[in-house]
């Protein structure tokens, strides 16, 4: 059971579990925020008046339907489809849709309430929401992927609009899902409205930078706590769990900048190349082929695949997990610790246990949550409504600096709050008090709705 200071928060919390029983990624979303909001409650008691934490915590809408396909054999399939709409007092709703096996209504509700706080510090006028199916692609065809996401939105097109809500892709959603699903969109509404869903292909309403975004954004984050502490990425070694559109351009763009990334991963297990990894084999593999990492030892044979082994074993200055939730723990984070890794910032989710990042605060390691440091992704998702909304395209060059100078301003704003706040450098409270402050001011202007 989480402690907290604060009386009020910690009965807050107490009824939270209550109301919503046997969601424990939700839960633990939650207390992470809670944990942050005492002392902004003694410095704006409207809030408390006004009931914000609660309203925040209670999703405006939480959708649940039947996803029915048939596979290449002919035999009926159901999955379960979700959107959970969390919050719309900044904008329409806005965040990304999962397809993995593991999504319960507990995890697109996490997902949602983290996406709310997120949105808010890229400063775009966007609310935030979470979707997905326990459908697994691995192991699909096209055929099958192309059916199951005409079934999803034959349901979820009448809960979206670019002015409603907007999905974009998340774990198992990429290019092509998000193709077959604008698609089905179109011809269920004889509209061609390319903003209600972000990540599109250049050719049909997609904006250059989309695809790079996370993984750049999140790069650029760990420059700015880098460059707080007078050092750059040049010469670091860096570990990234994951191999999938986040983690393949976080690596880029640590190459890029002169660092060197010596593992990655995916459920299987990790590879650990230590002269660098190859990236444009990781690309083939991963992109192309849709294949296994373990495929890459086979191709290159300086590399080492360890079936089922931790990646935060191998010893690292900067480590950013990329792949999902709870995927470091609090023995990982000692064993970083041990090795002399300084910084960890979040491209996934809340990969990091609470616990973890306990022993990161602990040991002075800098730690970035994710609704700071992934936040690059949306706010790029945003700059593409922009570009649908003027029908304009702009260059990689304008877009990669527009996306960098977001991620200074949110790296700003979290560093900023966390010392007006007394607790400097802790990027959790900087990222809790200014998006809840941001988000629950709109919520208080627009009453009580
Ligand atoms: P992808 O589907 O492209 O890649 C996911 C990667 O994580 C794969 O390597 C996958 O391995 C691994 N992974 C997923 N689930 C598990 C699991 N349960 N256990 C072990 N490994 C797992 O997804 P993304 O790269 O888009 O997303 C990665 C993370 O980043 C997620 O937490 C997502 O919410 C977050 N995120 C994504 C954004 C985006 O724009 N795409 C924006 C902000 C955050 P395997 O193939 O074996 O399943
Ligand atoms: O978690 C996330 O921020 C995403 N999956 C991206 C959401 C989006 O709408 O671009």
């Known amino acids: 059971m989480l402690m907290y200071a604060n009386e009020e928060l910690q009965a807050l919390y107490q009824e939270i579990v209550q109301r919503n029983p046997a969601e424990p990624e939700f839960h633990q979303a939650v207390a992470e925020v809670l944990g942050s909001l005492g002392p902004v409650l003694s410095k704006h008691p409207e809030f408390r008046d006004d009931r914000a934490i609660e309203r925040l915590c209670e999703p405006e809408r939480q959708i649940i339907f039947r996803v029915p396909w048939q596979d290449d054999a002919g035999r009926v399939q159901i999955n379960r489809g979700f959107r959970v709409q969390n919050n719309s007092?900044?904008?329409?709703?806005?965040?990304?849709?999962?397809?993995?096996?593991?999504?319960?209504?507990?995890?697109?509700?996490?997902?949602?309430?983290?996406?709310?706080f997120k949105n808010a510090l890229t400063g775009m006028p966007?609310?935030?929401?979470?979707?997905?199916?326990?459908?697994?692609?691995?192991?699909?065809?096209?055929?099958?992927?192309?059916?199951?996401?005409?079934?999803?939105?034959?349901?979820?097109?009448?809960?979206?609009?670019?002015?409603?809500?907007?999905?974009?892709?998340?774990?198992?959603v990429g290019q092509r899902e998000i193709g077959y699903l604008f698609g089905q969109y179109k011809r269920m509404t004889n509209r061609y409205e390319s903003g209600v869903l972000t990540g599109k292909g250049l050719d049909w309403g997609g904006a250059l930078v989309r695809r790079e975004a996370t993984g750049y954004g999140l790069v650029y984050f760990v420059q700015q706590m880098l460059e707080i502490r007078k050092e750059h990425l040049e010469g670091r070694t860096c570990v990234v769990s994951g191999s999938g559109n986040v983690a393949i351009y976080t690596i880029e763009k640590v190459q890029q900048l002169g660092g060197r990334v010596v593992a990655c991963s995916d459920s299987g297990g990790v590879v650990h190349d230590p002269d660098g990894i190859d990236l444009a084999l990781v690309k083939q593999i991963k992109e192309v082929e849709r294949g296994r990492i373990e495929q890459?030892?086979?191709?290159?044979?300086?590399?080492?695949?360890?079936?089922?082994?931790?990646?935060?074993?191998?010893?690292?200055?900067?480590?950013?997990?990329?792949?999902?939730?709870?995927?470091?723990?609090?023995k990982d984070a000692l064993a970083l610790v041990k090795n002399g890794c300084r910084i960890v910032a979040e491209g996934a989710n809340m990969p990091t246990t609470p616990d973890a990042?306990?022993?990161?605060?602990?040991?002075?390691?800098?730690?970035?949550?994710?609704?700071?440091?992934?936040?690059?992704?949306v706010a790029t998702s945003a700059l593409e409504m922009q570009q649908n909304a003027s029908r304009d395209a702009w260059t990689f060059e304008f877009t990669d600096r527009r996306l960098g100078d977001i991620m200074r301003g949110i790296h700003q704003r979290c560093y900023e709050t966390a010392e007006e706040y007394g607790t400097p450098g802790n990027y959790v409270n900087g990222a809790n008090i200014a998006g809840f402050i941001k988000v629950a001011r709109a919520m208080l202007a627009l009453g009580v709705i």
């Open 357 to 377: 990042v306990r022993v990161f605060h602990e040991h002075g390691v800098a730690f970035a949550p994710g609704k700071a440091a992934n936040a690059g992704g």
């Open 89 to 116: 007092a900044l904008g329409p709703y806005k965040g990304g849709l999962r397809f993995h096996p593991s999504v319960t209504l507990s995890v697109i509700k996490f997902l949602g309430f983290e996406q709310t």
């Open 296 to 330: 890459y030892v086979v191709r290159r044979k300086r590399g080492r695949f360890l079936p089922g082994a931790s990646i935060w074993e191998i010893p690292c200055d900067v480590a950013l997990p990329c792949a999902t939730q709870n995927e470091l723990n609090g």
């Open 126 to 172: 966007l609310g935030g929401a979470k979707g997905g199916s326990d459908f697994d692609p691995k192991g699909r065809s096209d055929g099958e992927m192309m059916r199951f996401c005409q079934s999803f939105m034959t349901e979820l097109y009448r809960h979206l609009g670019e002015y409603t809500d907007v999905p974009a892709g998340d774990i198992g």
